[in-house]
């Protein structure tokens, strides 16, 4: 068959056409009273405006490209989320579920200036042997510390399914003067090194996890110090 096509003709360009996918895997979890962050990335070279089309009341993207969030008490449980990335005449979306975690305070106390230790006791919601000791100077006037379990696991992705204790120190966006010390529990079934056990700290500031330095493991109390 004849080819009738003019060689000299330039291709349609269709590549402002073409979908584009989502490179990043939103954060499903967020904590009542801290900031959630997620920064999406998607497959294109050009200039990307973002937009949430569904989500919960003040989640929106600020000028970075990052979305935000701080829920309230009131907002725990799941809302449906999208976020859409439109770059010339192409958007694409990414919907997902987001979950505001249900705090339980399970142990609190009142600590002033001269400190004080904070403990779980008994073994509610398997959080037995978690702790926070404040060093005299630490605080300057008093102020109630508490520990509060949560209803899922809030762990760095990294870890995935691995074993892990979820805990919720507060008030949020207590300052301490001086370094305070941490206790949390592990399995003692667990295979392997307790060596190799750590300690993660979320970091509001950044959004990120933080690898805390453990000073004590002790297998006798199946206890992380940090």
């Known amino acids: 068959m004849p080819d009738n096509s003019d060689p000299t003709e330039e291709?349609?360009?269709?590549?402002?056409?073409?979908?584009?996918?989502?490179?990043?895997?939103?954060?499903?979890?967020?904590?009542?009273?801290?900031?959630?962050?997620?920064?999406?990335?998607?497959?294109?070279?050009?200039?990307v405006t973002w937009s949430v089309k569904t989500g919960p009341d003040g989640l929106a993207f600020d000028d970075d490209g990052e979305v935000r969030w701080v829920p309230s008490v009131e907002a725990g449980g799941d809302h449906d989320v999208t976020v859409r990335a439109t770059a010339g005449d192409v958007t694409a979306e990414q919907t997902y579920v987001l979950t505001v975690l249900t705090p339980e305070i399970v142990a609190e106390a009142s600590i002033g200036a001269g400190g004080g230790t904070v403990s779980v006791t008994g073994n509610p919601a398997g959080l037995a042997g978690v702790g926070v000791e404040i060093p005299a100077g630490a605080l300057s006037g008093d102020k109630v510390i508490s520990i509060a379990a949560l209803d899922k696991p809030?762990?760095?992705?990294?870890?995935?399914?691995?074993?892990?204790?979820?805990?919720?120190?507060?008030?949020?966006?207590?300052?301490?003067?001086?370094?305070?010390?941490?206790?949390?529990?592990?399995?003692?079934?667990?295979?392997?090194?307790?060596?190799?056990?750590?300690?993660?700290?979320?970091?509001?500031?950044?959004?990120?996890?933080?690898?805390?330095?453990?000073?004590?493991?002790?297998?006798?109390?199946?206890?992380?110090?940090?």
Do not use: C, H
């Not at 349609?12 to 895997?25: K, N, R």
């Not at 979820?166 to 001086?178: H, L």
């Not at 970091?203 to 004590?216: F, L, N, P, Q």
């Open 11 to 47: 291709p349609e360009d269709t590549a402002s056409e073409v979908p584009f996918g989502y490179l990043t895997t939103p954060a499903t979890l967020a904590l009542p009273g801290k900031q959630y962050r997620y920064r999406p990335v998607v497959a294109t070279t050009e200039d």
């Open 154 to 226: 809030f762990v760095p992705a990294a870890l995935g399914d691995s074993p892990a204790v979820s805990v919720m120190f507060g008030p949020n966006g207590t300052v301490f003067s001086q370094p305070v010390r941490v206790s949390v529990p592990f399995d003692a079934s667990l295979d392997g090194d307790i060596n190799d056990l750590e300690v993660f700290l979320y970091s509001e500031d950044s959004g990120t996890w933080e690898v805390a330095k453990v000073v004590a493991r002790d297998s006798v109390q199946r206890l992380l110090v940090a």
